[in-house]
């Protein structure tokens, strides 16, 4: 819901399912319970990948390119 789908990359970075899926969403979680090397894998993408869209300094330029290109 939200702005969740453009903070995750699907299979990547974690899982996205529709709301009120609960099948599907059962299955991601199970995905990630059976695979050590799955959890560890998407954890590393996740944390580079918010490193790089959303840390302090992206946002940052960001924002300045928003304001200043205006």
């Known amino acids: 819901s939200?702005?969740?789908k453009y903070t995750i990359v699907?299979?990547?970075t974690g899982f996205l399912v529709f709301e009120k899926?609960?099948?599907n969403m059962v299955n991601k979680?199970?995905?990630l319970l059976d695979s050590k090397e799955l959890r560890e894998n998407m954890g590393q993408k996740?944390?580079?990948?918010i490193a790089d869209n959303f840390s302090q300094s992206t946002v940052k330029e960001k924002w300045c390119e928003v304001y200043l290109n205006l």
Do not use: S
Not at 46 to 49: L, M, R, W
């Open 21 to 23: 899926d609960i099948e």
């Open 46 to 49: 996740a944390t580079g990948f």
């Open 2 to 4: 939200g702005g969740v």
């Open 29 to 31: 979680i199970k995905m």
């Open 10 to 12: 699907d299979g990547e």
